[in-house]
């Protein structure tokens, strides 16, 4: 078990490590930094100053070496649009996200977990038939037009819910919804086909043979053995959330940091864009960490491996 | 021979020599069971009718999709217009008509779905057959690679890269393409893992083929199923994450009508007029669900048991 962890954690850092590279080169992309950051008017001279005093006439990998020091100190430099630090920019923006990701996955779990059971208990009846076409529907739509139109039909005619900002619970309901929607699809697609699996096995016709009723079969027996997919796929999806609020906040104006780093990309201010990239990043990495770790406990075959 | 015994005689031969002795070829085979799912046909059908839209769009389009009218701007759907003709699904902010604009905007979105799952589609083919079949270091290697892939929030990687290089369409499909390679590798990794045990690969060891031939001639012919299902069903994905970057403005630049700009467009009017955001958006839906349900049906044609 010890082994199992200290070689996951190794790994998670090895992935971080990568992830700064890939996150060092976009910025190594752009190209001449000193041409952004200086006035148009500065003398050759000037240019060949500011370039040597900033290192940006350094070796590819000196250059990789700085960045990745001052981003494990929390360092990417200072907003070019701001003028404040971008990691505190991007720090400051993260608790919304998360809160906005957060309510997206308990409409999900909450949606998703009881309609695949009901879908596989009633397997080919009316409910599993609902059921499994809003699930293909919701995995088809795309995020930012199911966004605009629940605010044409919440917001606009029955004005019902707030369609931007962020404040009270109602500021979060439409939010939610739209970000929650592909990935409850998906989880309920999951969980149907894994209770189906799982209440087909021999054990499950024991049980049921030895008198046990129908609830307790589903809910103790069956669920168990299914939530092992659920949860693997709700630490994959956590990425698609974390990436897809860079849309849903931009459609309803959600403070957080996928706005933040739209408007930060439309501003070419790239420390920003870099800290917001490298900090999601790391938080899904550090989150399927934990995932990992919870599932040993739910399958302890995977300890032994 | 009788006619009892030869079934069991043919049933030892591999697969591909059997389906030449007994029956249709495979592929006929293959064609009547997925005919047989109407929801997998119906997929068909939707797909290909996008297809033909987006290729016929000069001559259906009864309009210019960039020709601008403000006298008849912000016209509702079936709103007529001059000589007997109709704005059928009615006009944009600046008079354009939106159904010529839908029939265009299938164009970028086609051409980069199938661009770029071609690109990671290939990609993530080599990097599987090597992976699963060599093992090892460079297995190691390209698995880390893709759990650093996967690290990354794919919609804001993208729209980090295509801000920096600046948005136009080989950037668009090589972004995406490039970074969209992992399901691929990893599930004909799988494939593979279980097919270099089976005895037809050991007997083509055993009679001297090499290492190249072996993976060309008689694993990757068979690796090709689940990758096939891959592909049909990153179509959509990758149709959707198109859409999103012109929504962000990052796709296809005006004037180039594109589902995700015009839904950006729509986005500004949504309180008084609807139809700008609805039909691009509606668009999206319809081509995605119809790859989606043609995906599905393959899959569970091809085989049942792959999880996707």
Redesign the interface.
């Given at each position: 078990m010890r082994i199992y962890l200290a070689r996951r954690l190794a790994?998670a850092l090895?992935?971080?490590l990568?992830?700064s590279f890939?996150v060092f080169f976009?910025?190594y992309?752009?190209g001449d930094p000193v041409l952004i950051l200086l006035p148009p008017d500065a003398s050759a001279e000037d240019v060949q100053k500011f370039r040597e005093a900033m290192g940006f006439n350094d070796p590819f990998i000196v250059q990789y070496g700085r960045f990745l020091g001052g981003a494990l100190r929390g360092d990417f430099g200072q907003s070019v649009r701001h003028g404040e630090p971008a990691f505190s920019l991007v720090v400051e923006r993260m608790p919304a996200t998360f809160e906005l990701a957060g309510a997206a996955l308990l409409v999900a779990l909450g949606l998703a977990i009881p309609a695949g059971i009901v879908s596989a208990v009633r397997r080919n009846t009316l409910v599993d038939y609902v059921s499994t076409v809003v699930a293909?529907?919701g995995?088809?739509?795309?995020?930012?037009?199911l966004g605009?139109?629940l605010?044409?039909v919440f917001s606009?005619q029955l004005n019902l819910l707030p369609s931007s900002g962020r404040g009270s619970l109602e500021h979060l309901v439409l939010p939610a919804i739209t970000l929650g929607l592909f990935t409850t699809a998906r989880i309920t697609r999951l969980t149907r086909?894994g209770m189906l699996e799982v209440l087909g096995q021999d054990y499950i016709r024991t049980a049921r043979a030895k008198g046990v009723s129908d609830p307790p079969v589903v809910w103790k027996h069956a669920l168990k053995n299914a939530a092992i997919?659920i949860v693997t796929i709700v630490g994959?999806e956590l990425?698609t959330l974390?990436?897809?609020?860079?849309?849903t906040e931009?459609?309803f104006a959600w403070p957080g940091v996928?706005r933040l780093?739209?408007q930060a990309?439309?501003n070419?201010d790239?420390p920003v864009?870099q800290a917001?990239?490298f900090l999601?990043?790391s938080t899904?990495?550090l989150v399927n960490l934990f995932v990992d770790v919870v599932y040993t406990y739910l399958d302890p075959r995977i300890r032994l491996r | 021979m009788s006619a009892e015994t030869e079934p069991a005689r043919v049933l030892l031969r591999p697969p591909a020599v059997r389906a030449g002795l007994v029956g249709p070829a495979p592929i006929i085979l293959f064609i009547r069971r997925l005919a047989r799912r109407r929801t997998a046909l119906f997929g068909l059908v939707v797909v290909m009718l996008v297809v033909v839209a987006a290729l016929g769009a000069p001559w259906t389009a009864a309009y210019d999709p960039t020709e601008q009218d403000i006298t008849n701007r912000l016209r509702p759907p079936g709103s007529p217009a001059a000589a007997g003709r109709a704005h059928l699904l009615g006009t944009d902010h600046l008079g354009r008509d939106i159904l010529a604009r839908v029939l265009y905007g299938a164009r970028p979105a086609l051409m980069v779905g199938f661009a770029a799952v071609a690109i990671s589609g290939v990609l993530g083919m080599m990097v599987g057959l090597v992976s699963g079949y060599f093992g090892g270091r460079i297995d190691d290697v390209f698995m880390?690679?893709a759990?650093?892939q996967?690290?990354?929030?794919?919609?804001?990687?993208a729209?980090?890269?295509i801000?920096?290089?600046g948005p136009s369409l080989p950037v668009i499909i090589v972004v995406i393409g490039v970074s969209s390679w992992v399901v691929y590798a990893r599930v004909v990794r799988g494939a593979v893992l279980s097919l270099r045990e089976r005895e037809f690969v050991q007997a083509a060891h055993a009679l001297g083929s090499g290492d190249g031939r072996v993976l060309l001639r008689h694993i990757l012919p068979n690796a090709f199923t689940p990758w096939l299902v891959v592909a049909t069903l990153d179509m959509?994905r990758v149709i959707?994450i198109e859409?999103?970057l012109s929504?962000?403005?990052?796709g296809v630049q005006p004037p180039t009508p594109t589902w995700?700009g015009m839904?950006a467009d729509?986005?500004v009017y949504?309180?008084t007029a609807?139809w700008l955001?609805?039909f691009?958006?509606l668009a999206?839906?319809v081509t995605?669900?119809g790859i989606?349900?043609f995906g599905d049906g393959l899959r569970d044609t091809l085989d049942p048991r792959l999880?996707l």
């Open positions: 790994q090895l992935v971080l990568g992830v890939i976009i910025l992309l752009t293909l529907l995995q088809s739509m795309p995020t930012f037009w605009i139109m605010i044409l606009v086909s997919p994959i990425g974390l990436g897809g609020s860079v849309i931009t459609i996928g780093s739209v990309i439309y070419r790239y864009v917001a990239v999601l990043a899904f990495v | 880390r690679l759990d650093i996967l690290a990354f929030p794919f919609i804001l990687l729209i980090a890269v801000g920096v290089l959509a959707v859409s999103a929504f962000l403005g990052l995700g839904l729509g986005r949504i309180s609807w955001a609805t691009p958006g999206i839906l995605v669900l989606n349900l999880k």
